[in-house]
């Protein structure tokens, strides 16, 4: 298909509130208010240099795959050390704030576990006056419970236990369960335990065999005394072929099968952090394949861009939020059941980031989660994206109304999609949604960002982004939208 774009010069283009997109076959018009405008007009995605167009080709069938995603895809993971350690106030039912971010972001999962979760011992009694990091009490769970309380009951709960360092205590998963529920999603029994040599916990040569004999020994103890208490495995870090042995064998024992992810190590890029990720290809292929032969779901119960901490410059910058909702997407895709972002203190990676004044605020990773709770996705479509070289992702779905749309990923910082979209059905018209940033420099800003035309509030954690694009159409199944580089942008078909 040939298309033509009429542009009246730079100057022109950048004051116009009215874009037409002409082809052979239809005319698409992108209305624009007045705050857009000037918005676009600061943005340099419409520079001389960034008004190259690629034609770019998504055609979405009528038919599903895979299974419904679950309304707790998002998830938030957090050190379980954070739940008695004071210098991270977290989960205080009174932390106003905290409590707003998390709840714009809908339902989703509260992950309690981390390296330190290793490294904490349960004591089975009040806290009392003691100030220990390193133990937990029955008052620091029900601190927590008063906390996700305030979430509501579509929040869940995963809480790590203690295996390197500690015999597993069926007190703890007893006081832990009666307090949450049927809102306790799973309890962890360690945590990464493929680390375990290089972390001094088990000599060299520990594998998946050691492994599971300890699993099941401390299973047994937590089942015979707790029946309904709900487990997860192996929480692995990178040995994938751990997942599939203990697909085999502990089918019977767990809900659902977790591993992690960390795209990069400390010497990671922005420019690696967009490319095409095929370790996540392969792993989730692995884990998928798992997942199937043994009838069990999957969950990314603790990931991010960068382990250990994350990277200044690469994890906190707005390429993380086209990495993430990119993410998001190509694993609801591929059948997960959820994807859970570390964070918390003052990692750079941490979507959610506690402040030397100790607010709250977000970093652009935010943005990725919270636009993947705007799309509201239920299941994925058929479909058949052409790039032609330009580096974008799509994703066509059904929302829970049953409306088709595409998260779209433009992660090209120069070049603009001319996106040819070809659906099942005629296209009424089409909304809208853009996470993008103002700044010259889209892919390493830390400000300007908004998702429809708002920020975050940073007084009361509040986000009301009313701001889209109405786009018409003209009575056929197709329709051509222009999407500018740095950008995601989530379009509704009506």
Request: hydrophobic fraction near 40%.
């Amino acid at each position: 298909m040939k298309h033509n774009l009429y542009l009246f010069g730079v100057k022109c283009a950048l004051m116009t509130t009215l874009l037409i997109v002409c082809s052979c076959k239809k005319t698409a018009i992108i209305l624009q208010s007045d705050e857009e405008a000037k918005m676009i007009s600061k943005q340099s995605s419409l520079s001389v240099a960034s008004l190259a167009m690629v034609n770019v080709s998504l055609d979405i069938a009528s038919s599903t795959i895979g299974a419904n995603v679950p309304a707790n895809f998002v998830g938030l993971s957090y050190e379980k050390s954070d739940l008695v350690n004071p210098t991270w106030p977290y989960f205080n039912e009174n932390q106003a704030v905290f409590l707003q971010l998390i709840k714009n972001l809908k339902t989703g999962v509260l992950r309690l576990g981390g390296n330190s979760s290793d490294k904490i011992f349960w004591v089975d009694s009040l806290r009392g006056t003691s100030t220990s990091i390193t133990n937990v009490y029955r008052d620091d769970v029900s601190k927590l419970k008063l906390f996700m309380d305030q979430l509501g009951s579509d929040w869940k709960l995963i809480y790590g236990l203690n295996l390197a360092n500690d015999t597993v205590h069926s007190s703890e998963v007893n006081f832990v369960q009666t307090q949450f529920g049927t809102r306790v999603l799973s309890f962890e029994i360690g945590n990464e335990p493929d680390l375990y040599p290089q972390q001094g916990y088990r000599p060299t040569g520990y594998g998946i065999v050691h492994y599971k004999p300890e699993f099941e020994a401390s299973y047994n103890i937590l089942h015979a005394a707790v029946p309904t208490a709900p487990f997860s495995g192996p929480t692995v870090s990178s040995k994938t072929a751990w997942i599939q042995t203990f697909a085999t064998d502990e089918a019977s024992r767990i809900n659902f099968l977790t591993t992690h992810y960390y795209k990069m190590g400390s010497t990671g890029t922005i420019a690696q952090l967009m490319q095409y990720d095929s370790t996540l290809v392969s792993r989730s292929g692995i884990i998928a394949t798992a997942s199937a032969s043994s009838s069990l779901p999957y969950r990314y119960a603790e990931c991010n861009s960068v382990n250990n901490g994350g990277k200044d410059g690469v994890s906190n910058v707005f390429a993380s939020a086209l990495w993430g909702v990119d993410m998001m997407f190509y694993l609801a895709r591929k059948g997960a059941m959820g994807v859970d972002f570390h964070g918390g203190r003052r990692s750079y990676y941490s979507p959610i980031y506690y402040n030397t004044n100790n607010t709250f605020s977000v970093k652009p990773l935010y943005y990725g989660l919270l636009m993947f709770a705007l799309a509201d996705m239920k299941q994925s479509l058929n479909q058949l994206l052409d790039k032609n070289g330009l580096n974008i992702t799509a994703y066509a779905f059904k929302n829970s109304a049953g409306k088709t749309c595409a998260l779209v990923v433009n992660k090209d910082a120069a070049n603009t999609a001319l996106l040819t979209i070809t659906n099942a059905s005629t296209i009424i018209s089409a909304k809208l949604h853009e996470l993008v940033t103002s700044a010259a420099t889209p892919l390493s800003a830390t400000t300007g960002i908004t998702l429809d035309g708002a920020a975050v509030n940073a007084t009361n954690g509040t986000w009301n982004g009313t701001s889209t694009t109405s786009v018409a159409g003209t009575g056929t199944s197709e329709i051509t939208l222009t999407i500018n580089p740095a950008r995601a942008v989530l379009i509704e078909l009506n």
